[in-house]
């Protein structure tokens, strides 16, 4: 069972317009979430992380947003630029130790010049 | 610094077969973690070894296991492999234990036929 979940698999934006990708979870118990990008043939990097403890997190065109309350996530990118077509994963540790993550399944956006 | 590497980057095999991936860390590192991406599961987290130990284990049976040397590369075996083991098998190293810290090698591509 998919404890975190990119319910759109392909996003397609517009170059200088917004992109907002979505991330929904299951487990109350996640407390900490993390954005990673990953080009065709290179391993995932990661972006942008946000702490349950913060709302909002934000780092130069990319803004992490946290709703506790509905288990929702989401990366905005603004300016969208064509660089930034990839595809994009939100990702949860399963526990305070190591690095164990559970991954959505993913959202590929496409920024159009 | 040189960055994650992963060998073979390609790899057919058949039914029954059984692999071995390699994992080389960044230099320093002493923790990698291995994951499957497929189209049909996404991203899935399999071990996680420091320091040569295995510190934490994905939902993944027995025919997966790896090990880690204490030069801190990785080894990953897939015994009795089968078509579903057809997938991108990355690896992640990081310094210590914290999944903001980690950086993913390029992965290998597995195909079975």
């Known amino acids: 069972d998919q404890q975190v979940k990119q319910n759109s698999p392909s996003l397609s934006v517009q170059e200088g317009r917004i992109s907002i990708l979505n991330c929904d979870y299951t487990?109350?118990?996640?407390?900490?979430f993390l954005w990673y990008k990953k080009y065709p043939a290179e391993g995932p990097t990661f972006l942008i992380s946000?702490?349950?403890?913060?709302d909002k997190n934000e780092d130069g065109r990319f803004t992490v947003f946290l709703n506790k309350s509905a288990k929702h996530l989401s990366l905005h990118i603004v300016p969208s630029q064509p660089g930034d077509s990839a595809v994009y994963f939100c990702?949860?540790?399963?526990?305070?130790?190591?690095?164990?993550?559970?991954f959505g399944g993913g959202t590929r956006l496409m920024v159009k010049p | 610094k040189a960055g994650v590497t992963q060998t073979p980057r390609y790899l057919i095999k058949t039914r029954g077969q059984q692999v071995t991936l390699s994992c080389s860390p960044i230099?320093?590192?002493?923790?990698v973690s291995w994951y499957q991406q497929t189209p049909g599961q996404g991203l899935q987290f399999l071990f996680e070894?420091?320091?040569?130990?295995?510190?934490n284990k994905g939902n993944f049976p027995g025919r997966f296991s790896g090990r880690q040397f204490s030069n801190s590369r990785s080894e990953m075996n897939v015994s009795t492999l089968e078509l579903g083991d057809s997938a991108l098998y990355l690896c992640?190293?990081?310094?210590?234990?914290?999944?903001?810290?980690?950086?993913f090698g390029p992965g290998t591509r597995l195909l079975v036929l």
């Open positions: 946000i702490s349950s403890i913060k």
């Open positions: 487990n109350s118990m996640f407390d900490y």
């Open positions: 230099s320093g590192h002493r923790s």
């Open positions: 990702a949860a540790p399963y526990s305070n130790a190591g690095n164990m993550l559970t």
């Open positions: 992640a190293s990081s310094l210590e234990p914290g999944p903001e810290t980690q950086y």
């Open positions: 070894y420091f320091s040569e130990t295995q510190r």
